[in-house]
């Protein structure tokens, strides 16, 4: 039975039941990052009491070697704000495997060990070309039934290279296990801020009736990084980032702004219009006089005062590659309530600074009274959804200023998490890994979705299969992206929010 999070409240969470989490992967970034940081705040914050991590990697490591490589990520990342006794605890719950992930060796050890346990999750954060051999391992190993287990499997992305790809590793997944049992991981939907969408659209009555193509002129998302591909050159050179971040997260801010209200918060009522929202989206195409995407890599510039390389300079990245490492592009929802309305979407590396927000541009008034005497045009009001990292929400409308005028300005009206909240939000992957366990699909991507999702992804790469060359545009680090950028926003008479 799943259970809805959004009305249980943020924080409400019951304590899963005594369970065993296999990291397939885990002596990588991913695990050392992200899943173990995560596992252990659980476990500080008691919302984990009675498991089992076991760690299954090639690293030749034993399981003293993880428990010592444990102690010291612990250490940096959680300092003063932890004890030794609290430290020690966690590492008793800690094993580790070191085998192959194609042979039966490391599957026959945790069969042996741990698949008399009662709940058993595995986690593939390896990389994705693993995921196949390590599905029909479990399934071959008979690791995935039984009659007195509960299992189920957590996938990282990237979900799939393209439609074709993700569409067969959905059916080796749903071989083996079934829908339920599979969680597809985009820890976008993890972040407070991007739950708090649906509850600031849903949880409101006053937006949803302007929420529409009568009061929107367009609406912008912006997912911009300083970062650049950091140590992932040979991943990165095989994405890009359109595959890299808009197929999921970009996709996924998009579906949470623009689909309908669900009938209740059941997770698959929230997905269901997830998927209506994908499959309204018009195909892009790329010969129209005004493009409708622009795609740009990085070259070398200044961030934060030091010299950054370009991307192709960058380790195991071609010195002549055309991957982009920056995307705009304009898109359609052909529905009733999106009809016209233009969604501008960005995302990009080594940009001037880290920004995710979503911006709706509401329609100026239809008759001005003011400003039209010093023909000072009128700010649109402007609604803006700060995803990261000063979360919060903007709201931008005109005042008069004060004296003998009826000249405006623009001004702001502003809440922000960390003024209005004392309680810090988890971390997304501290979220989602509780949901899982909890089994609350609500925040993970279901085998349609994803499928959806690459089918206008694929669409759009397509485009540029032959001549990506010719249609690669540059920017220097540290700025805000190509000048070309402003091309797709021309025909609208619009502008891209400053960075
Ligand atoms: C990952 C991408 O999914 O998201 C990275 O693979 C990107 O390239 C990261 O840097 C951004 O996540 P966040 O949470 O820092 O915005």
């Not at 929400?393 to 004060?402: E, G, H, Q, V, Y």
Request: with cysteine.
């Amino acid at each position: 039975m799943q259970k809805n999070p959004l009305s249980e409240g943020l924080t409400a969470h019951n304590t899963p039941e005594p369970f065993v989490i296999v990291i397939f992967g885990a002596s990588g970034d991913l695990s050392a990052k992200k899943l173990i940081p995560a596992l252990f705040s659980l476990f500080t914050h008691n919302h984990i009491i009675d498991f089992t991590i076991v760690g299954f990697a090639r690293s030749r490591w034993s399981s003293s070697d993880f428990k010592e490589k444990t102690a010291a990520l612990i250490h940096n990342r959680f300092g003063t704000q932890t004890t030794e006794q609290e430290t020690a605890e966690f590492l008793k719950r800690i094993h580790y495997i070191s085998a192959p992930y194609d042979t039966d060796e490391g599957y026959t050890l945790l069969k042996k060990k741990f698949a008399a346990q009662k709940h058993l999750i595995y986690y593939l954060a390896t990389p994705p070309h693993m995921y196949e051999p390590i599905i029909s391992q479990l399934g071959k190993n008979r690791l995935t039934q039984s009659a007195d287990s509960t299992f189920k499997i957590v996938v990282e992305k990237p979900f799939g290279h393209d439609v074709t790809s993700a569409k067969l590793l959905n059916s080796k997944l749903l071989s083996i296990f079934k829908e339920t049992q599979v969680y597809r991981i985009d820890h976008y939907l993890g972040k407070e801020t991007v739950q708090n969408i649906i509850v600031f659209r849903f949880g409101n009555g006053i937006y949803e009736p302007i929420w529409n193509n009568r009061y929107i002129d367009h609406v912008q998302i912006t997912v911009a990084e300083k970062a650049g591909i950091e140590m992932r050159g040979s991943y990165y050179e095989n994405a890009g980032a359109i595959r890299d971040m808009v197929q999921n997260h970009l996709l996924q801010l998009l579906c949470m702004v623009a689909m309908e209200a669900p009938n209740d918060l059941e997770p698959d009522s929230i997905r269901n219009e997830k998927v209506k929202v994908l499959k309204a989206l018009r195909p892009i195409t790329v010969d129209s006089p005004q493009p409708a995407v622009i795609r740009a890599q990085y070259r070398a510039g200044i961030i934060d005062g030091e010299k950054v390389k370009a991307y192709r300079k960058e380790d195991k990245v071609d010195p002549h590659s055309i991957i982009e490492t920056y995307v705009c592009m304009r898109l359609f929802i052909d529905t009733w309530r999106w009809s016209g309305v233009p969604f501008f979407l960005r995302t990009g590396k080594r940009l001037s600074r880290r920004l995710t927000e979503i911006s709706i541009q509401f329609k100026t008034p239809p008759h001005l009274l003011f400003g039209q005497a010093d023909s000072t045009p009128i700010s649109p009001n402007t609604l803006t959804l700060t995803i990261q990292p000063d979360e919060g929400i903007t709201f931008r409308f005109n005042s008069k200023l004060p004296g003998f005028t009826t000249k405006m300005r623009a001004v702001n009206m502003n809440f922000t998490y960390g003024s209005s909240f004392a309680e810090k939000s988890p971390d997304a992957y501290e979220r989602l890994l509780l949901d899982m366990m909890l089994n609350d699909a609500t925040l993970f991507t279901r085998n349609d979705e994803i499928e959806q999702a690459w089918k206008f992804v694929s669409q759009l790469i397509s485009c540029f299969k032959n001549d990506a060359d010719k249609n690669l545009f540059f920017y220097n680090a540290g700025s805000a992206g190509p000048e070309e950028a402003h091309l797709i926003m021309t025909p609208y008479n619009s502008t891209w929010r400053k960075l």
